[in-house]
């Protein structure tokens, strides 16, 4: 497995954010984006999660709630990779593809982008 220590993998998923067109970050509302060492048990290979009710959903009823959340995890991410360029590549489309649910992007959409 390729080591790399968390603050050096928060640091890509904070590039990895800022290279989203700032067209789109300012349509972002209410998320927040977290970096944990390893997912939910029983999806041991989630490289990012998206929980919260995307943009295209809100309605008059959305206020007063707290954030969406996006998480990309560590552990499988450096597991799935083989050298440090391989991780840079993997954390962006899976910043990308979480920002995209958070836009009301599916996954077969997502996919058919190439951001699988």
Do not use: K, S
Request: glycine share 8%.
């Amino acid at each position: 497995m390729l080591e790399m220590t968390r603050e050096d993998f928060e640091e890509l998923v904070a590039e990895a954010l800022d290279r989203i067109p700032p067209e789109l970050t300012r349509l972002m509302d209410n998320v927040a984006v977290f970096v944990e060492d390893e997912p939910p048990a029983d999806d041991p290979e989630l490289l990012g999660l998206y929980e919260g009710t995307p943009l295209t959903d809100r309605g008059e009823w959305y206020a007063g709630v707290l954030p969406d959340r996006i998480t990309i995890y560590r552990g499988p991410t450096l597991r799935m990779c083989g050298t440090r360029e391989e991780v840079v590549a993997e954390t962006e489309v899976t910043v990308v593809h979480e920002i995209a649910h958070h836009f009301g992007i599916d996954d077969a959409r997502l996919h058919a982008l190439g951001y699988g």
